[in-house]
């Protein structure tokens, strides 16, 4: 159930961290989306290990976490992008 509770928070925060963090992206709406569902992952799997909290429910802390890495890897890509 973990996994799939990933991709749904993953495209959820993908919107959401495209509405944060507004600008002109290559790929527009949808790559924001698949960077959202791998920032998921990437916010799950670093809040478990650093013992922060996991994504294991609907709950306000596992999509904070979702959106906190959605958040990076859009950050991340921008930076990759521009340079």
């Avoid at 799939?4 to 959401?16: D, H």
């Amino acid at each position: 159930m973990g996994i799939l509770l990933w991709i749904i928070f993953g495209l959820i925060a993908g919107v959401l961290a495209k509405v944060i963090m507004p600008g002109k992206d290559p790929g527009g709406w949808f790559i924001s989306i698949l960077l959202g569902i791998a920032g998921a992952f990437v916010g799950g799997f670093v809040g478990t290990r650093l013992g922060i909290g996991s994504v294991d429910g609907f709950n306000l802390q596992s999509f904070a976490i979702a959106v906190v890495g959605a958040l990076g890897i859009l950050g991340v890509y921008r930076l990759v992008k521009k340079s």
